[in-house]
């Protein structure tokens, strides 16, 4: 049994949710107040910012490995990182690390999969929708995908970054990711990927026009299920 999880952080909020959900679901399985060990390290986002603005996936990879060794010296079993953007690097970091790692985007489209679903709407970052991470994992299990506008993407990033990850949550900010989900939905798409870890805050099963995949909490019940043997 791998019981000992290893966050690797990178905002606050996404691996606070991500910490808070694996710590209050895991009594379920364990009984209560029980959860498995956990620890987590993060580097400064401003350095991850830093590397994402310039395109440096190697710099990403050299940051996550830094929190993966010290993790794996505090005595993890295996590691994660709730933050979608990052996962980028993977494969960079796959082969050097000490650890092995969940990759939050198999697992989201393994929950995909397990609920019949077939055409999928991205939302996250500017970073992570120009990116292939989705789609070429979404491919690779036979599902389709649509990403939003140029003008979508741009509003949604500024709201993820300039207001989600310091906490600030704005009514209006709610209303605007929905009309991008309404609209994933007229164009095909039988639900959404809330491709970044701070978008959970404000959209859930309860406001949003699809059903939602939640990769924040998908991570953390799936790091749960590893840690305590299935």
């Known amino acids: 049994m791998d019981g000992h999880i290893g966050i690797v952080a990178c905002s606050a909020e996404g ?47 050299a940051l996550m490995l830094d929190s993966a060794d010290k993790l794996a010296r505090a005595g993890a079993d295996f590691l994660i990182t709730p933050d979608n953007t990052i996962h980028q690097a993977m494969a960079l970091v796959g082969p050097r690390s000490p650890l092995p790692w969940l990759h939050i985007a198999e697992v989201v489209a393994g929950e995909a999969l397990a609920r019949g679903f077939r055409r999928l709407g991205l939302t996250g970052t500017r970073w992570m929708i120009d990116s292939e991470l989705y789609p070429e994992t979404l491919a690779a299990c036979g599902l389709d995908w649509l990403r939003p506008t140029a003008a979508e993407r741009d509003e949604t990033d500024r709201i993820i970054t300039e207001e989600l990850v310091k906490g600030v949550f704005h009514p209006e900010s709610v209303e605007r990711f929905r009309q991008v989900i309404r609209r994933m939905g007229e164009a095909g798409c039988d639900a959404v990927v809330l491709g970044c870890t701070e978008i959970p805050l404000i959209i859930g099963e309860h406001n949003a026009p699809l059903p939602v995949l939640d990769s924040t909490r998908l991570l953390a019940r799936a790091a749960l299920r590893r840690a305590v043997g299935g």
């Open 15 to 61: 691996a606070a949710l991500c910490y808070r959900t694996i710590c209050i679901e895991a009594e379920a399985l364990m009984g209560p107040y029980a959860h498995p060990e956990i620890s987590l390290h993060g580097l400064s986002l401003a350095d991850y910012v830093a590397c994402l603005d310039r395109g440096d996936l190697d710099g990403v990879a």
